[in-house]
């Protein structure tokens, strides 16, 4: 996940304050999809079989997962939380996202 981290900030600049906003794994997967990688934590990767996303893996992270990635490197300014979309009919259940704001730490060179 690092290297994606990398190419979506890498595309906002040079910025000491990466914004993020990442799937959380409570989030209710739909539509049809197969899970392409299990973590020990509880991320875990999908593969959507149908609709938009069809063909794309998608990471769905845990907020252990999230701080692990940036806790070396970033200090939170808003810590990681998560928003929860309820879906519009006939697509079931919710949608989670977590939502922070980082501030690189000054002797941090990744992001850069």
């Known amino acids: ?15 000491q304050v990466p914004v993020t906003s990442d799937d959380d794994s409570a989030t209710d997967v739909w539509p049809r999809h197969q899970v392409t990688e299990q973590d020990p ?18 990471h769905f992270f845990t907020s252990a997962e999230l701080n692990e990635l940036f ?15 309820r879906r519009e009919p006939p697509q079931p259940g ?13 002797r941090s060179n990744h992001f850069l």
Do not use: H
Not at 3 to 10: F, K, P, V, Y
Not at 41 to 58: A, E, H, N, S, W
Not at 94 to 106: D, F, H
């Open 1 to 15: 996940m690092p290297a994606l981290m990398d190419q979506a900030n890498g595309r906002r600049g040079n910025s």
């Open 71 to 85: 806790a070396a490197e970033f200090t939170p300014v808003i810590p990681p939380r998560i928003q929860q979309t």
């Open 94 to 106: 919710q949608w989670s996202q977590w939502e922070a704001i980082w501030r690189k730490n000054r």
């Open 41 to 58: 934590d509880g991320g875990f990767t999908v593969c959507y079989l149908t609709g938009p996303k069809q063909g794309l893996d998608i």
